[in-house]
């Protein structure tokens, strides 16, 4: 047993102290910080999948309304009665709706009226007003008769929250009942108002029923502020509007017109119907009729009820005036009407030529038009869009009206049949809407690309005078002086320049964009369901192009530091050194010139500047070197062309 006695022994001895060996000094971990990494995007889900497609388990709700109104032209004053028929189609149980109240931003202490100067364009110039709400009940729940029961709400702003009777369970219905009033406003924040003409008040209406705000898989309720400078996010649905305005009126509005053996003479009637099938224009009310009593039905009464009806549209508008010029034109069984006031520009009798160009270009080179008329209004707004319709301010003309035309009706690819958020992400319709107008221009023109449009040059003027702001910025956000540069001209300058010089081939583009408006028609896309439609359908990785433009103010700068040769015993090789300072890199067009005149244009491809922003370029010339020009063509919005250009002493 000794063996045991030993162990136990050398058991109980004290355990001697070894020293540890240091540990290896590791490095820094440090993430990739490169302009080239991944762009972090939301996680991809069955709703909305990591390709930029809606996913198999895509939900929207739908909002249907019924609504009958009248216009009293002595207080300016609408009133009307709403029946709104709301579907959840969400996987959740809502026990309130958020209403939007557009109107009350002109009340006196609304927060649109304490951010913006009385006199600011998305302002009301003084005016106060917003609606009185005179009764919102429940009608329906769940297929369910439920009588008309009050609704308690709470009032916060341009937002009303509508609490419920009982639950709306997914799949479930509301059916809302709601009466209101409000008075027009003169100025109604460029978007919407009245003017007065010598033949009477030209009136142009949106913004102007209460309407369900949307409840989405992305943020739930979307119940940002009306503030003016932002637009707006809008569910689909059917639209059932009846107008009831002063018998001499005409009326124009989102649809198609239910009654025109009512509020149409038979002339008239006649000569929309000669319009439809015409490629030029055709007079419904010439110039010599208007206000003339034979252009409005005879009998008895001193009103008329317009009846409309609109299908699957995010929003409803129109227009009524006693003192239109009417014409109209046709193209592929959609209704060209053009309608304003005698006092107009001159050039507005070529709008219904302007919009029926507009309509047929967007149509064959981007979506096919999905309705029965596009209309477009002179009046008091300067440029404003709708379903079907659009506002343009009656003092532009010619080429104005017509880049303010081609601008309001691209609105109808972007966002009402895209239907992004405007208020959060309005670079996603003002910005794409900015860049198909520049296809628009040169198509109707045939000239270069309109000025303000997708131009390198002018954008590198402003970026280098930081006139700039991210177009991730929501609109309310960006500086009132820069939101033209932000959402409009700087987004479209960046797909122009994704197209004619990243990509560089613009049928593989123009199948991708059009993929994107394809999977998106009737939803509600986000940021990164664009980025990675395009990436998906383009087959390539554009993070750091979309990091660098839409996410921060990064600049273009590309440089030619020397250029040197080298010579071994292969022969002689002319090294040219390009560097990138600028934060955004791009791919490299270089122009080279030899001693004998002669020029090569060299492509490289963005990836040169993967491993820093310095590069090499190395080839075997016959000839000498005497100039090396980056992009002479001037296809980048360069900051700093100075840099641009080697030439041999």
Not at 317 to 323: G, L, R, S, T
């Amino acid at each position: 047993m000794l063996t045991n006695v030993l162990v136990v022994a050398a058991l109980q001895q004290p355990v001697p102290t070894l020293a540890r060996p240091p540990a290896p000094t590791l490095p820094i971990q440090v993430g990739d910080t490169s302009q080239f990494r991944r762009l972090a995007l939301p996680t991809p889900t069955l709703i909305r999948e990591g390709s930029g497609r809606p996913g198999p388990r895509y939900w929207q709700q739908r909002a249907d309304y019924t609504i009958h109104a009248s216009l009293d032209t002595a207080t300016h004053t609408i009133a009307a009665s709403e029946t709104i028929r709301y579907t959840n189609n969400s996987p959740d149980t809502l026990t309130y709706l958020w209403l939007q109240l557009d109107q009350n931003i002109y009340r006196a202490a609304s927060r649109g009226a304490a951010i913006n100067p009385t006199d600011a364009r998305f302002a009301g110039s003084g005016f106060e007003g917003g609606y009185t709400i005179q009764y919102i009940r429940a009608v329906r729940r769940a297929g369910q008769a439920a009588g008309k029961i009050p609704l308690a709400t709470a009032d916060n702003g341009t937002m009303l929250r509508v609490d419920l009777d009982r639950p709306l369970a997914p799949g479930g219905r509301a059916e809302l009942e709601l009466g209101y009033r409000f008075e027009v406003p003169e100025h109604g924040s460029d978007r919407m108002g009245r003017e007065r003409f010598p033949g009477g008040w030209l009136y142009e209406v949106a913004e102007w029923y209460p309407r369900l705000a949307v409840y989405d898989d992305v943020r739930g309720w979307n119940t940002e502020q009306y503030l003016g400078q932002g637009e707006f996010y809008l569910e689909y649905g059917d639209f059932d509007v009846a107008l009831t305005v002063p018998r001499s009126f005409v009326v124009a509005a989102t649809g198609t017109l239910l009654n025109p053996l009512e509020v149409l003479t038979a002339p008239q009637r006649a000569r929309l119907a000669q319009a439809l099938r015409s490629d030029t224009t055709v007079a419904v009310i010439a110039k010599t009729e208007v206000g003339q009593t034979f252009t409005r039905p005879a009998g008895p009464g001193p009103t008329l009820t317009w009846h409309y009806s609109a299908k699957n549209v995010r929003d409803v508008a129109w227009a009524a005036a006693p003192n239109f010029i009417w014409d109209a034109s046709g193209y592929a069984g959609v209704l060209i009407q053009s309608l304003y006031p005698p006092e107009a520009n001159a050039g507005w009798a070529r709008s219904t030529e302007y919009a029926r160009h507009s309509i047929k270009h967007y149509s064959e080179k981007w979506l096919r038009y999905p309705y029965p008329t596009a209309i477009n209004i002179g009046g008091p707004v300067g440029g404003m869009e709708y379903p079907m319709i659009v506002f343009c301010g009656h003092r532009a003309g010619d080429r104005n009206l017509f880049g303010v035309t081609t601008h309001e009706l691209g609105h109808e690819w972007f966002p009402m049949i895209v239907g992004s958020n405007e208020r959060l992400y309005a670079w996603m319709d003002e910005g794409f809407n900015s860049f198909i107008n520049i296809y628009s221009g040169l198509a109707f023109y045939h000239d270069t690309v309109p000025p303000g449009r997708g131009s390198a040059s002018q954008w590198a003027a402003q970026a280098a005078a930081g006139r700039d702001q991210p177009p991730m910025l929501a609109a309310d956000r960006v500086n009132a002086g820069l939101l033209g540069n932000v959402e409009y001209f700087k987004p479209a300058t960046g797909l122009y320049l994704l197209r004619q010089h990243i990509i560089g081939d613009t049928t593989r583009f123009d199948a991708a964009f059009r993929e994107y408006i394809r999977r998106w028609a009737y939803k509600h896309p986000t940021p990164a369901d664009f980025f990675r439609s395009m990436e998906d359908a383009l087959g390539e990785d554009l993070s750091w192009f979309w990091r660098g433009w839409f996410y921060r103010t990064d600049v273009v700068d590309l440089a030619v530091d020397s250029v040197r040769v080298r010579q071994d015993s292969s022969g002689t090789a002319t090294r040219v050194f390009l560097s990138s300072p600028g934060a955004l890199p791009m791919p490299v067009d270089l122009r080279v010139t030899f001693a004998n005149g002669s020029v090569e244009d060299v492509h490289l491809p963005v990836e040169i500047w993967w491993l820093g922003n310095h590069y090499v370029y190395e080839r075997k010339f016959a000839v000498e070197v005497t100039k090396v020009e980056i992009d002479p063509g001037q296809n980048v919005p360069d900051v700093r062309r100075e840099n641009n250009v080697w030439t041999k002493p």
